[in-house]
């Protein structure tokens, strides 16, 4: 009777393992896919920006037709920005950081079009302008709201990967830390204005 009893419990404890197992596994799939589809959000703003920009130069292009160098600018980031491409099961720091930097580098050549068009009363006038610009205001709050989604994600994925008892689970089954959105270097100096 006791080497029974002895076989039950040996069986329960393997079945409760194997449930621990087998649910948190799921649980940690699932927070994967959860990092994964945030990270597609971010990739569909980031598109959305980028398929905004060839309207934008074409508008400024009719009206400030000395501004070539400016308009190149922003034509060559976005080009580059959309030939950085990450995956999001193959997020790390420094793949991160070189996509942040590309979009970083089309947002800058964007601040500096926008600039450019303060010069041409006409084309600060322009309904289509205006539109864009409302549209491109607009794109880049959503770019934000998809960063933030994607890091709290991110962050709870990687709490749930590096807490016990879990943790022992992450390893064994591969699952790895992602990396997050940082502010830009230089961010946290506020710009100059001056009158």
Not at 18 to 37: A, I, P
Not at 68 to 78: G, I, K, P, S, Y
Request: aromatic content about 8%; glycine content about 6%.
């Amino acid at each position: 009777m006791k080497k029974h009893l002895g076989w039950i419990v040996a069986g329960a404890v393997v079945v409760v393992l194997l449930l621990w197992c087998v649910t948190g596994y799921n649980g940690l799939v699932s927070m994967d896919e959860q990092v994964s589809g945030k990270w597609a959000n971010v990739e569909t703003q980031y598109q959305r920006r980028a398929d905004l920009i060839p309207n934008l130069v074409n508008t400024v292009k009719g009206y400030a037709t000395h501004e070539q160098t400016t308009l190149q600018q922003v034509v060559e980031a976005r080009s580059k920005a959309t030939q950085v491409t990450l995956d999001a099961t193959d997020i790390t720091p420094e793949k991160l950081a070189q996509y942040q930097k590309a979009q970083g580098d089309v947002s800058a050549a964007l601040g500096r079009l926008l600039m450019v068009a303060e010069n041409y009363p006409q084309l600060k006038a322009n309904q289509n302008f205006l539109e864009l610009q409302s549209q491109l205001e607009g794109t880049e709050n959503r770019i934000g709201v998809a960063r933030k989604d994607f890091n709290d994600a991110a962050k709870a994925y990687n709490v749930a990967i590096r807490r016990f008892p879990k943790n022992i689970l992450a390893g064994l089954f591969g699952f790895e830390k992602k990396a997050y959105f940082e502010a830009a270097e230089g961010a946290e100096k506020a710009p100059e204005v001056k009158f």
